[in-house]
Each structure stands twice: as C-alpha cells, then as structure tokens.
C-alpha cells in the first residue's frame, strides 16, 4: 500500500520539491537574474539617463563625479564616464583600456564615437548635460547581453539541472519498488519451490517464515499444513502398523482352533457315519480349508502391502514352471468333469521373477476356477511365445461378477495383482458371461528369450 501511495503522490510531491531544490542549489544564478532585470528595458534606461543629465545641468565637476558614482553603484555592470564642455575626458568607471578615450574629444572623433556606438556589443546612450549642449555630455553602456529575458535565461540554466533532479527522484522510486517486488517475487517461488518438491516422505518440507505480512501469513498456513500432514502420516502408519500385527495376531489365533477342528475332522471320518453324517463331515472339511486359505490370503497380503514378503528372483523356464502347475491341479479339474486345453509350447520361455511368487499366482487362478467356473466345465493354459511368451488361463464359468455361495472378498485375486505387479509382470482380465480370460505377459526387464 506504501508503494501504491507513493507512485500516486509521486509526481504531485516530486515537482515542487524539486523546484525547491533547484532554485535552492541554483540561487547564484537566479539572484544574477534578478539583478540582470535592471538593464531589460532599453527605454526605461534611456529614460533613465537622460532624466540624470538634466539634473545635472549647472552643476560643479565634483558634483557630477558624485553622480556618477551613485549610478555605478546603482548599475555595477555599466560603464560611465562624462565629458565636460570644453572636449575634456573627465571620470571614467570603471577604466577601460578598450575604450581608448581620449584625454581632448575633438568633433570628428566625437561624430565617430557615435558612429561605432550603433550596433555594437554594448548598449551606449550618450546624454548632453542640461538644454544646451556647452556643459559636455555623460555615457552611459552596458552589455546587450545583459539586456536580454532574465527568465529565458533563468529557465534554461535551471532546466538541465532541474530533469537531472526529478530523474534521479523517478530512479530512486523505480529502484525501491524493484527491490519490494523482487523480494516478494522470491518469498512466493520459494514457497511454491517447497509445494512442488516434496521430501522422501512425500510430505513438502516447513518454509522460514521472515516477515509477518500477508507472504509470511501465507507461510505460516503453509507450515500448519504440512505439521498436520506430517501428524496425519504418522498417525497413519501407526495406524497401519496396528492393523498389520492384528491380522499377525489373528492369523495365529485362528490357526490353532482350525487344527484342533480339522484334527477331530479327520477323527470322525474313522468313525462309522451315516451318508448324511459324511456330507456333513465333508462340507466341515472343505469350509475349514476354505477359512485356512483366507487366513493364509489376509497374511500375504498384508505382508505384500509392507514389502515384507520375501522375493527371490531368478530366471526360470516359465513352460517349465506352468506344466508342473497344471499337474498338480489335473486331478482335481479331473475329478470335477473339467475339460482341460492345455497348449504349451516345446522350447523354453526364460521370464526372471521369483518362482514361490508365481506359483501362488497360478494356483490362486486355478483355485478361482476349480469354486466357481463349475458349470462350464472347462479350463485352458496357453503360452504364445510372441513378444516374450503370454501366458493365458481361461474357462467358460459364468464370470467374475456372478455371486456364488464360495464367492469371497477378492483377496486371492488382489495378491496374484500385486505379485504380478512387483514381478514385473503385466495382467489383464476380461469376463463376461461366457466365462473369463487372464493373460499375463513379462516386461522387457524380465524377458528371458534366448535359449541356455
């Protein structure tokens, strides 16, 4: 607001102040102006000069003398001196040497004097002393110069020195508001310096806050929110934290009464029981399988969310790697009527993951086919060698968003995601009523094609 008042009051204020100063550090000048006024009237001299030599008229020498020295005094830039009737050359003031009076005027070179007088560098008036002309005469020159506008002559020796003053006042103000908008311009990119490069953590780092003006009212907001980030972040991960070692908890607990259930499971299956007696004991059994898997599901991928699950990279024959999966899930596909595809190729496919990972991938699909791709009794495993080898699980269930009584809440599919995704693998999934299709495909990093 300061600088806004200024460049408003800036000219109103600068002008007159600067004519002061001017006409302060010029006072020499402008006096030798005023003082300059007394020979601009050619007239008004001429006047002058010829009222003084009729009052001079019967007048003694030593009174003229006087006379003309109250008028040199008067005038100091004139030059005077006087005649008297006889041709004599009388007092002079000052002497000129120039001038080259003579001591005995004589008619001729008085008639000349007049003659050289017109036109000259000096303004003479030449008055005779009284009506006649028997008593002499009086000279009064001064330079033309001296005659000319004191104001014109005033302005011009002010008005270099006067924009010299009123551009140095414009600098200085220009200067200022440079330096105030340069120092804002740098307090604002700092602060957007510290919005757009966070730190590690993801949360911007707290600015210094030097000024308590709207900039600095703005960085203290700033620093309020990153504070309330940095407590909300760490309230998170504790948050997390707690939640991870429930699950561990729960996990463990649960473990130990799904064994004691499965052990007298498997007691009563040497006991003599009726058909509805062993449909019981089978659903008891495959519920409790189906629990110990989810329990198994909630760990991994807790421990995937924390990066603490174990990976091991190495390069494998993902041919290799698919048959032996495929295997062990035959007898069961074969058991429940399946129709299996399975189209492999001869050579092997080098992909570099972990194979544990991609094994609990595999068997996850596979698992999700056998509960809920019954009705359509079909089941295929494809590798296509191009761009690296895709491999490809398929079935011709009702798809992903049938609900079934062993439907769950997806764990399963979000692990083999996350496992494919720290792998460097790319899935995809398209279902439909027709049933659903997975492929999976290496990246360039993982790639493996060329042959041991």
């Known amino acids: 607001m300061l600088i806004v008042l200024c460049a408003v009051m800036l000219l109103p204020i600068s002008l007159p102040v600067v004519s002061v100063i001017v006409f302060l550090q010029g006072g020499g000048k402008i006096a030798d102006t005023m003082e300059s006024r007394l020979y601009r009237d050619g007239n008004q001299l001429e006047t002058m000069w010829h009222d003084e030599a009729a009052r001079l008229s019967g007048q003694s020498p030593e009174q003229v003398d006087a006379a003309l020295i109250r008028k040199k005094a008067e005038y100091p830039e004139s030059t005077l001196f006087w005649v008297d009737g006889s041709g004599r050359t009388k007092l002079q003031l000052p002497v000129n040497e120039q001038l080259r009076l003579p001591a005995q005027w004589s008619a ?8 050289d007088s017109v036109g000259r560098e000096d303004f003479t008036i030449v008055a ?85 003006d709207e900039i600095g009212q703005l960085e203290v907001a700033f620093n309020e929110m990153v504070s309330k980030l940095e407590a909300s972040r760490e309230r998170e991960a504790n948050e997390e934290g707690l939640r991870r070692e429930l699950i561990a908890r729960l996990s463990h607990d649960l473990r130990t009464p799904l064994t004691a259930i499965r052990a007298h499971a498997f007691g009563l299956k040497q006991e003599t029981l009726s058909e509805v007696g062993r449909q019981s004991l089978q659903l008891i059994d495959r519920k409790i399988e189906y629990v110990s898997q989810l329990i198994e599901n909630l760990l991994s991928f807790t421990l995937l969310e924390s990066g603490k699950y174990p990976y091991r990279p190495e390069r494998i024959d993902i041919v290799r790697m698919a048959r032996a999966s495929i295997a062990g899930w035959y007898p069961a596909f074969e058991q429940q009527g399946f129709d299996i595809d399975i189209n492999l190729p001869d050579v092997p496919v080098y992909w570099h993951i972990d194979p544990e990972w991609m094994e609990r991938v595999l068997d996850n699909y596979f698992q999700n086919v056998l509960r809920h791709a019954q009705s359509g009794r079909y089941v295929a495993l494809r590798l296509s060698e191009e761009q690296g080898g895709i491999l490809t699980i398929a079935d011709h269930g009702p798809g992903m968003n049938e609900t079934s009584e062993e439907r769950g809440a997806g764990i399963g599919l979000a692990i083999a995601s996350l496992m494919l995704e720290e792998m460097g693998l790319f899935s995809e999934i398209a279902s439909s009523s027709e049933g659903t299709i997975i492929h999976i495909a290496g990246s360039v990093s993982n790639r493996q094609e060329d042959s041991p």
């Open 108 to 115: 001729s070179y008085t008639v000349q004097f007049m003659k």
């Open 128 to 212: 005779f002393i009284g009506d006649t002309r028997s008593e002499g005469f009086i000279v009064f020159k001064v330079p033309r110069v001296l005659m000319q506008s004191g104001a014109g002559s005033a302005s011009k020796s002010i008005l270099p020195m006067y924009l010299i003053v009123l551009t140095i006042v414009l600098a200085v103000f220009l200067f200022i508001s440079v330096l105030f908008f340069n120092g804002i311009r740098k307090r604002l990119v700092r602060l957007q310096a510290a919005m757009s490069l966070p730190a590690n953590n993801g949360i911007p780092a707290p600015v210094a806050t030097n000024k308590p």
